[in-house]
Structure formats: C-alpha cells, structure tokens
C-alpha cells in the first residue's frame, strides 16, 4: 500500500449484528434478502458519509476457531449460551451472512479481510499499527477495546451506535484498567478470579474495591506480576498488540491482495438481487 492510502477499518460481524438486533424490532422474520439489504445498505451509509475525509472502505471479518481459544477456551462462551437461548435462528442468519460476506467480496470494490483464526479486532489493530503514519485511520465500531488504539496517532473511532467518535483521554491507563478489570462480554473474568467465573453458576468474580484495585495497581507498576496470577491471561486476551507474529504478517499479505471486486459489477449484482431501493443510491457505494 502506497503512502498516501487513507482507510476506514469496518468491524464487520459487530456492526452488523447490532444492526440485526435492531431490524429485530421491525422486521422480526428476518430472511435472506432482507438480510443482504441491511448489509449492503450499511456499507452505502457509511462509505457516502466518511469517504470524502477518510477514504477506503475496508471490510475486517471474524473467522472461526479463534487463535484466543487456546489460551482461554471460556473465551465468548457465555455468547454462545445467550444465542442458543435465543428465538432468533441464528444458524441461518450465520449462514446468510457467509453468503452475502463472499458475493461482496467478490463484487464490490472493497477490500474485504478473513484471515483464519483472527477475529476482526486483529485485523483492526495490524492494519492500524502499520498504516497510521501514512494518513488517518477511522474504526468504525461501537466496541470500547479500540480506544487502547488512541496510542497511534491519526487514528480516530466513529460509534455508530453513540453517533459520534469516542476516544480515551488516556488510552493506556485504560488498557491496563481493561486487562485489570477483565471484559464479562467475551467472558474474561477479573485478574482476582478463575478461568470459569463466568461458565460456572457457583462462582461469582472476586471484588475490586479501591483498595484492592490500588494494591493491584502498584503491584503491576512495581512489576510484581506474580502475585497477580491471571494477570498474563488476560493481558493476553485483551491487549491486542499480543496477537501471534505469523498471524500478523498474513493479515498484511491479505491486505496487499488486490481487490477482485468492481464498480463494473455492482450495477448487475444489483439488477440479478433486485435491489430496486440499493440502485438509485449506487453512486454511494
């Protein structure tokens, strides 16, 4: 990539599912074409709205069997449990949106990154450590771990959900808070508490007062690490700079890739999906 490059890093799974939550509301039968214009109709949105001052619209993917699994399997457990307890088939949305995730791929003129065992936070964060010094980066998403990327500079996070950027007035303190802390929506208890907390009924998190939280605090400062035993789980899981060396690099190789798809294609794609509505704002796109 070319200096000069500006890109938007679209957290794909996570936008795209709060929108699902939301269409839920209206629409709660939810199929596949509907499906396929609320994401298409996403990507219009904000490519109209940011490309003018950021550039690149560039989809970043979770994959399955995510490399975090191996050093916690509770990792986004109680994810699973909450979704199976769901009405909603999440099966055939899962489905879908692996369809609709390759004819995209395929037809529109968008990078558009799976790497194996990465989750889009690591795409995320490779791309935005490698790339920041070129020009501005904006993440879309609504997820807090980004403002640790407040580190970078050029770097800037658009909450669809807030409406409005967000940021960390301290972005390191706040990793180290968020590794203390832990993070209960991927199932990460506390650095105080076990593996399972959030898996096991009988177990609940162990306290951080202000006192513990202080003694925690000097501990890590003064560099007695021992005595915070899941403190290395979690720094491991949280801080994104801990993703694997070779997973990094194939996430830059698959970011070099040319694109393979087209404006050419769009028009055709459209007409063969009939997206009436989708056409007449295809300059957006």
Same mark, same amino acid.
């Given at each position: ?20 939550? =939301?269409?839920?509301?209206?629409? @709660? ?5 509907? #499906? ?12 109209? +709205?940011?490309? +003018? +001052? ?42 879908? *949106? ?25 795409? #995320? %964060? ?25 580190? %970078?500079?050029?770097?800037? =996070?658009?909450? @669809?959900?807030?409406? /409005?950027? #967000? ?6 303190? %706040? ?7 832990? $993070?209960?929506? $991927? /199932?990460?208890?506390?650095? *105080?508490?076990?593996?399972?907390? %959030? ?12 006192? !513990?939280?202080?003694? !925690? ?25 801990? #993703?694997?060396?070779?997973? &990094? ?6 970011? +070099?890739? @040319? ?6 294609? !769009?028009?055709?794609?459209?007409? &063969?999906?009939?997206?009436?509505? *989708? ?7």
């Amino acid at each position: 990539m070319q200096r000069g490059a500006i890109i938007i890093l679209l957290d794909n799974n996570q936008i795209i599912l709060a929108s699902i939550f =939301q269409s839920m509301k209206d629409y @709660p039968e939810l199929n596949e074409d509907y #499906i396929r214009h609320m994401v298409l109709n996403t990507y219009r949105k904000y490519n109209s +709205e940011f490309r +003018e +001052e950021y550039g690149q619209l560039v989809i970043c993917n979770d994959s399955s069997n995510c490399w975090r699994k191996k050093i916690f399997p509770q990792y986004k457990q109680n994810r699973k449990k909450s979704q199976s307890n769901s009405d909603m088939d999440w099966d055939a949305i899962y489905n879908s *949106l692996h369809t609709i995730r390759s004819e995209i791929k395929e037809i529109f003129p968008y990078r558009n990154i799976t790497v194996e065992t990465t989750e889009a936070d690591d795409i #995320i %964060f490779v791309l935005t450590k490698h790339y920041h010094k070129l020009e501005k980066i904006l993440i879309l998403s609504n997820d807090k771990d980004f403002m640790q990327l407040g580190q %970078f500079e050029n770097v800037y =996070q658009y909450s @669809p959900l807030k409406k /409005g950027y #967000i940021k960390s007035d301290n972005p390191k303190m %706040f990793l180290l808070e968020h590794i203390i802390r832990g $993070d209960s929506s $991927d /199932g990460v208890p506390n650095i *105080l508490s076990d593996d399972d907390t %959030f898996v096991n009924e009988e177990k609940s998190q162990k306290r951080l007062t202000t006192k !513990v939280m202080s003694k !925690v605090m000097d501990d890590i400062v003064n560099n007695r690490i021992q005595e915070l035993p899941f403190y290395d789980r979690n720094k491991s899981i949280i801080d994104l700079s801990c #993703i694997p060396s070779v997973l &990094e690099q194939a996430i830059i190789e698959q970011f +070099e890739k @040319p694109v393979t798809g087209s404006k050419a294609k !769009v028009m055709t794609y459209m007409i &063969e999906k009939k997206l009436k509505n *989708l056409i007449t704002n295809i300059e957006d796109f």
